[in-house]
Structures are given as structure tokens and as C-alpha cells.
């Protein structure tokens, strides 16, 4: 009897203590988080609390997980063109294309790579790394369809002796083949005028149901630096609106994860430190208008969706620009309630470190970047809790254009759809 006793009571004691594990494991959810990271040029992997390291001696960014997390593209050199593929498993590269790394995007269900070489759109699969296949001709810009089948595309516009020719809007399916009797106008652009000028447009980005279309219509490089019309287009071409004037950053407008609610942050002027508002709006247009949740004084630096009703967005206080790093303002987070139009200070870094590039993470966690513009670490949140830490220490900056900083170019979370 006291044996059976005793064996119950080891029993007992194992359970308790699996059971104590699982629970310290759920309060440490950096344990299951995996990021691509670029840290003094060079590529490293972070999965749970192993880092790894995948180049030597290279200048890398902009990498890029595939769907699946099998593969991770990023460019390579200095000049920023050369297109790889990392076998993450394997760990090793392949060369895609020697100037390939302009605009390059993995298809959202399937390993296969697209990307641009001058205006020749091309795609290439995992499996068959040796056999590009060559989409069309003539593109200015262009992203994937949501269900892999295929491409929206821009062509640029031409200066002619009778003025600039319009921009179409393309449907290309995946089997194109370079067959200009396969690829579909969906929609031409207006043409130029005073209210409307672009000769090129952005990616596209889709609502969650996949019924609209949001991008920017670019003007030539010197205005577009500094104004750009932001657009919405029905998925099937028939409702085209213009919905607001903001930089050239297409990190600056995202859907909502359900319904049709966008946001993005809207201001002319190449300067991040002065007039730039964080923007909600509801389609169909026409039946709402954007709604701000930038007090006055202030400027959004980046966000992001928290839930379908908050937003997480890096925040600063206004300022003229001045070309002293030293004197320009250090953001901090804010929880935006936007129903309630309640906000919620929930980071205050000291005086000389900035909260940077808020990411929804899942299970409510939440991800951003702590820098003093030399120093950049990557903080994590626990689920339904502010209270940070640093996951990775020491990644590269990434790039800035006027206080635009796109930390995109040296991290990557993988985030499985």
C-alpha cells in the first residue's frame, strides 16, 4: 500500500511539474518567435532564444521570409541588386539574379519568388531555381494576387510630344508567359492634370475580403518625394477614388485584418518630423470620411494594426527639421482606442532612445524597435502586457530618409498567415 502510495505521489509530482513548465513556457512567448535580422551586414536567424549566424563578410537587407518559413529572400551588395535565396533548413544561398533586388515579393501560398529586372517582370520557384519565367514586359510596379494566381501591375507613363501616356492597371495571370493577348486592363488611370499627376503607382495592397485595392499614384521622383495621391480601386475596376495626399511609403498604409477599414498616415512634406496624421478610414468611400487621431503638436513616425479597434502607432512631438540627429524628437508608443478615440501612453524610453516600428505580434504581443539612431535593439512584449525585453540585441539601423526610418531592410518577423 505505501508503495502504490509512493507512486502515486510521483505521479503527482511529475504532473506538477510539467504542468509548472508549460506554464513558465507560456510567459516567455519569445521562446516561440522567429525572426530574420541583419546585424553588422551580415544575415542571422533568431528562433526562440537561438540566434544563428548566415553570411560572413556580406552587406545584406531587406530580407524576406517565404510563406511557409522555408526560404528567406534578401538582397546582397552594396549596390543593393543582387537577389538571393536562403534554404533556411540547409542553410544555403542561392543567386536568383544579379539585378534582381529591387522589388521583389514571395507569393503569398506557394515558395515561388517574384521580382523585377528593369521593367521585366519575372518569377521564379523554389524547386526549380535554374528556370526564371519571364511574366511581361513594360512594368512599373506590381504585387500579387491574394490566391497566387497571378499579378496586378502598373505600367509607367511616357513622355510624349502630346503629353504623358496613361497608366494601366493590369491583371496578369501567373501563366502568362509574356503573352500581351493574356494580360487585362482592369483600369486606367485619370489622366494628367492639375488635380492629378502620376507616372508610376506603388505595390497594391488588398482589403482583408479582398474587395478593394489601396496604393499610391506617383508623381516624377522630385514630387514624389514629397506628395503622393493615395488610392482605392474595386477589385473589379469598377470604383476608382482618390483619397489623400502622403509621402512615398507604402509601410504608412495597411488594412485592417477583418472589414474594410484602412489606415495611414497622411502629409506632404519628405520630413517625418512635421505634419504627418495617423488616418482611419471605412470603406465603400462616399459613405465616410477619414477620421484623425493625431493630436495637434504631434507626428506619427509608424503603427500598426493592434485589433480591429486599436492601433499601436510610434509617435513623437512635432518639430521643424533640423539636419542635428541630436536635436530631433525621440518617438514613443501610444495605444489609439478608435472607437472611443481614447489614447494610451504605453512606452516611455528615456531621453535618448526612441520607440520605433510597433509590430502586432500573435497572441496580442507586440514588437517594435528601442534605437538611439546608432544602437538598436528589438523589444517583445508578453500577451496582454506591456511589460518588454529585449529579444534581439544590436541589429543594423535600418533606412532613413528624412526621419523615415524602414526597419523592414534589417528585420523580419515570421508571421504565419
Not at 169 to 176: F, G, Q, R, S, V
Not at 331 to 357: A, R
Request: with cysteine; aromatic share 12%; proline share 4%.
Amino acid at each position: 500500500m505505501r508503495a502504490f502510495r509512493n507512486a502515486i505521489l510521483v505521479i503527482l509530482a511529475v504532473v506538477l511539474i510539467m504542468t509548472n513548465s508549460t506554464t513558465i513556457y507560456a510567459k516567455k512567448p519569445a521562446e516561440l518567435l522567429k525572426a530574420a535580422f541583419v546585424r553588422n551586414g551580415d544575415l542571422w536567424i533568431k528562433a526562440g532564444n537561438n540566434e544563428r549566424q548566415q553570411t560572413r563578410g556580406a552587406y545584406i537587407l531587406n530580407p524576406k521570409w517565404s510563406y511557409d518559413g522555408q526560404w528567406i529572400a534578401y538582397i546582397k551588395g552594396e549596390n543593393e541588386q543582387e537577389l538571393w535565396l536562403l534554404q533556411v533548413q540547409t542553410g544555403q544561398s542561392h543567386l536568383v539574379a544579379q539585378e534582381g533586388g529591387r522589388n521583389f515579393q514571395w507569393q503569398p501560398n506557394r515558395n515561388s519568388l517574384a521580382f523585377l529586372t528593369g521593367q521585366q517582370l519575372n518569377w521564379i520557384d523554389s524547386d526549380e531555381l535554374s528556370k526564371p519565367v519571364k511574366v511581361a514586359d513594360g512594368i512599373g510596379n506590381y504585387s500579387w494576387y491574394p490566391d497566387g494566381s497571378g499579378f496586378l501591375a502598373s505600367t509607367t507613363a511616357k513622355l510624349l510630344h502630346d503629353g504623358w501616356t496613361p497608366i494601366r492597371i493590369m491583371k496578369i495571370p501567373l501563366t502568362a508567359n509574356a503573352d500581351p493577348n493574356l494580360i487585362k486592363t482592369l483600369y486606367v488611370l485619370p489622366k494628367q492634370s492639375d488635380d492629378f499627376f502620376a507616372v508610376n503607382t506603388s505595390i497594391f495592397k488588398w482589403s482583408a475580403n479582398e474587395r478593394w485595392i489601396v496604393f499610391l499614384a506617383k508623381p516624377t521622383a522630385s514630387l514624389s518625394a514629397d506628395s503622393n495621391t493615395l488610392c482605392v480601386l474595386s477589385a473589379d475596376g469598377s470604383v476608382f477614388k482618390t483619397i489623400d495626399q502622403m509621402v512615398s511609403n507604402v509601410m504608412w498604409f495597411e488594412w485592417a485584418s477583418k472589414d474594410e477599414k484602412l489606415a495611414y498616415i497622411e502629409g506632404v512634406g519628405r520630413e517625418a518630423t512635421t505634419n504627418k496624421h495617423l488616418k482611419v478610414l471605412r470603406l465603400p468611400v462616399g459613405k465616410s470620411v477619414s477620421v484623425s487621431y493625431t493630436p495637434r503638436g504631434y507626428v506619427e513616425h509608424s503603427f500598426t494594426w493592434y485589433s480591429l479597434r486599436s492601433i499601436i502607432t510610434s509617435r513623437s512631438k512635432e518639430a521643424e527639421w533640423s539636419i542635428d540627429s541630436a536635436k530631433r524628437e525621440f518617438p514613443y508608443l501610444v495605444n489609439v482606442k478608435l472607437k472611443s478615440q481614447q489614447q494610451k501612453l504605453i512606452t516611455q524610453p528615456s531621453e535618448t532612445y526612441g520607440d520605433f516600428n510597433p509590430i502586432s505580434l500573435p497572441s496580442h504581443q507586440l514588437a517594435w524597435i528601442r534605437s538611439n539612431r546608432s544602437i538598436s535593439n528589438v523589444m517583445v512584449t508578453s500577451p496582454h502586457s506591456t511589460n518588454a525585453e529585449i529579444w534581439i540585441e544590436n541589429i543594423d539601423l535600418g533606412a532613413n530618409y528624412y526621419e523615415q526610418r524602414n526597419w523592414n531592410t534589417v528585420l523580419s518577423f515570421f508571421i504565419r498567415k
